[in-house]
C-alpha cells in the first residue's frame, strides 16, 4: 500500500501537517473579520439583523482575499 503523505516519494506535495496549518490560518483571516464586524455593528447598531448583513458581506470580501493571499503566500514554487 503506498504512502500519499510520504515526502521521500514526491518531495513536492504537501503534507497533512502543513495543510492543516495553512487552512487553519486561511480560516482565521475569514473568521476573524466577519465576526468583529458582526459583534462590532451589533453593539452599535443594536439590530441583529443588520449586524448578520454586515457580518456576511464582510465575510465574503475577506473570502476573496484568502485565496488572493493563499495563492501568493502558501502555495508550494515549482523550481
Known amino acids: ?32 473579520p466577519s465576526l468583529s464586524a458582526f459583534f462590532l455593528s451589533w453593539k452599535i447598531l443594536d439590530d441583529l439583523l443588520q449586524a448578520a448583513i454586515i457580518g456576511g458581506i464582510v465575510h465574503f470580501i475577506a473570502m476573496g482575499f484568502s485565496l488572493k493571499i493563499s495563492k501568493k503566500f502558501f502555495a508550494k514554487k515549482r523550481y
Do not use: Q, R
Open 1 to 32: 500500500m503506498t504512502d500519499l503523505l510520504s515526502d521521500e516519494k514526491n518531495p513536492d506535495k504537501l503534507t497533512s501537517k502543513e495543510i492543516i496549518l495553512k487552512g487553519t490560518a486561511i480560516a482565521l483571516f475569514v473568521i476573524i
